[in-house]
């Protein structure tokens, strides 16, 4: 018998808009979506990537 694994990726979205957007001290992309960032935190553009923010 054969085992199939299966990986499910949620991109879950959390309630609440970004911020405008701030000024990053460097271009980076901590985040690609909510479900990265912890608690009620959104992954929000900056000047220069994407990073976790408050909502």
Do not use: I, W
């Not at 309630?15 to 001290?25: D, E, F, I, L």
């Amino acid at each position: 018998m054969h085992r199939l694994k299966l990986t499910v990726c949620v991109h879950a979205v959390k309630p609440g808009q970004c911020p405008k957007p701030k000024n990053a001290p460097e271009c980076a992309e901590s985040c690609f979506h909510d479900g990265q960032c912890p608690y009620t935190q959104k992954c929000c553009p900056t000047t220069c990537g994407h990073a976790c923010s408050e909502p």
